[in-house]
C-alpha cells in the first residue's frame, strides 16, 4: 500500500433521524482512494441507512459526505456518475435478458452508445456470464443474479462499489467466486470497495480498514490489526462480539480457510 493514499469518501457528523429514532448518530469516516472498506454492525444498527445516504437515496438529517471531492448533497447527478451499487434486494428485470438488464443500464447512466457493447462485454466476461447474455434472468440461480447485479453496478465504469451484504444467503462457493471478481476489480481497477456483510471472515480477509456501527454509533475503526489490539482480541469476530455484545453469523471454516489462502496470494 501506498504510504499516502487520497480519501475518495469523506463523511463528517452525519446523521439520519426518523422521528425520534437516531438511525445514523453523528457518524464521520473516511475511506481511502483503491482501497477496501468494511462496514460492519449488527441488524438495525444503521448501515443500510448510511449506505443510502452516501447513495443519495437518503436525505441526511445532518451532517457532510463528500465524495472525490464532490459535495453529495449539492451535486446528486454529479456524484451518482461515480459509484455503482449492489444492493440486497435484488433489482434486476426478470423478464429481461442479462444483455437486455445491462444494457439497459447503460442508458439510463447515459453511457454513450458506441461504448456500450464493450462495456457490457468486458462486465459479463468479468462476471463470467458471457455464455448466458442471452438467457431471460428468470432462469439464473441467486448466485447468477447477484454476480449479474455486479456486472450491471461497474457499467459506467465507477470509482467506488458499494455493496450491501453482497453476497447475503449464498452459498460458501458462490461467496468465494463473488469476492474473486470484487477482488479483481479492486486490485486491476484500482475500484475503492465499500461493503457491508454478516460473514466476518469477508471483513477479516478483504478489508484494509473496517467500522463497526451500532445504535446509530461508530463505536470503532481501524484496521484489523487496531481493532483486535484496542479489544485484546484475537478475531474479528472476538473484537465485534466485546464491542457489542453480539456475534455475527457462524461462518463456513472451510470457506475461511479457502479465502485465507487465495487473499494470501493476491494481497501485497
Ligand atoms: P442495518 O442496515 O444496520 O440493519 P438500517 O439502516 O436498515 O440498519 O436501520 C437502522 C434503524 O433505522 C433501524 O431501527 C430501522 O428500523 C430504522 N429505519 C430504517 N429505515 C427506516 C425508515 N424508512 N423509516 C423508519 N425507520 C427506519
Not at 468479468?126 to 447485479?149: A, H, I, P, W, Y
Not at 447475503?168 to 463473488?178: A, E, H, S, V
Request: glycine share 6%.
Amino acid at each position: 500500500m501506498s504510504p499516502f493514499r487520497k480519501n475518495i469518501i469523506e463523511v463528517e457528523n452525519l446523521s439520519k433521524y426518523f422521528g425520534n429514532l437516531k438511525a445514523v448518530d453523528n457518524i464521520s469516516f473516511k475511506v481511502e482512494k483503491g482501497s477496501v472498506f468494511a462496514f460492519l454492525g449488527p441488524n438495525g444498527a444503521g448501515k443500510s441507512t448510511t449506505i443510502k445516504m452516501l447513495t443519495t437515496l437518503t436525505k441526511p438529517s445532518s451532517g457532510r459526505i463528500n465524495i472525490d471531492g464532490v459535495n453529495c448533497l449539492e451535486n446528486k447527478s454529479e456524484i451518482r456518475k461515480r459509484f455503482g451499487i449492489v444492493f440486497q434486494d435484488q433489482s434486476l428485470d426478470d423478464e429481461l435478458t442479462a444483455y437486455e438488464n445491462l444494457n439497459f443500464h447503460a442508458a439510463i447512466y447515459n453511457v454513450p452508445k458506441k461504448l456500450r457493447e464493450q462495456r457490457i462485454k468486458f462486465a459479463l466476461n468479468l462476471v463470467e456470464l458471457s455464455q448466458r447474455k442471452n438467457d431471460f434472468v428468470k432462469t439464473f440461480s441467486g448466485g447468477m443474479k447477484r454476480r449479474l447485479e455486479i456486472a450491471r453496478g461497474l457499467i459506467h465504469h465507477p470509482l467506488i462499489l458499494f455493496l450491501d451484504e453482497p453476497t447475503l444467503g449464498l452459498d460458501p462457493q458462490t461467496r468465494n467466486k463473488i469476492w474473486e471478481h470484487i477482488e479483481e476489480l479492486n486490485q486491476k481497477e484500482n475500484m475503492t470497495i465499500f461493503f457491508t456483510t454478516h460473514y466476518m471472515p469477508e471483513a477479516e480477509q478483504m478489508a484494509d480498514k473496517i467500522a463497526i456501527i451500532d445504535y446509530g454509533k461508530i463505536i470503532a475503526q481501524g484496521t484489523l490489526a487496531q481493532l483486535k489490539k484496542n479489544t485484546k482480541s484475537t478475531s474479528l469476530e472476538d473484537s465485534f462480539l466485546n464491542l457489542t455484545g453480539r456475534s455475527l453469523r457462524e461462518e463456513n471454516a472451510t470457506s475461511i480457510d479457502r479465502m485465507r489462502m487465495r487473499r494470501r496470494v493476491f494481497r501485497r
